[in-house]
């Protein structure tokens, strides 16, 4: 499947890329364009919008879209969870104390952006960062649990 979200991505729109390609549709095709364009070239190429707004999958009841994802899709493995807050206190600013470990993810999104402008080859390269991010929830959870 095709999904599309606004251009020069950041923490959510690289962790909710991350996800869906991860648990959700493991043949997903990402599509980057600007804000302004989101909604035509979605209904152009049949794309799920996230991380935009009005999307379904996108910021919502006080969700980030990286949650707005779990939601929708049924997932609730506790390390994707953990994952989840972290995401969110990075990706929304009046929640950034809400979990420690947020600014150095946001740290090292902005990073990413700066030596990764173009937002497929950030993804391929962030996408370790969220694979070694999750192993460490996943080992975080079952000494907690």
Known sequence: MKWI????VHVDRVACPWLIARFV???????????????????????????????ELGHRDGRCS??????KYGLTDPALRRLASIVHAADILEDAESDPLAPGLEAIATGYSLRFPDDRENLA?????????????????????
């Open 5 to 8: 979200t606004r251009s020069r």
């Open 25 to 55: 549709d493991s043949g997903a095709e990402f599509l980057f364009v600007p804000k302004s364009r989101v909604e035509e070239v979605a209904r152009e190429t049949g794309a799920i919008p996230f991380d935009t707004p009005g999307a």
């Open 66 to 71: 990286f949650e707005s994802i779990l939601a």
């Open 125 to 145: 390269r962030q996408f370790e960062v969220y694979d070694s991010l999750y192993a460490w929830c996943r080992l975080h959870c079952a000494a907690a649990g």
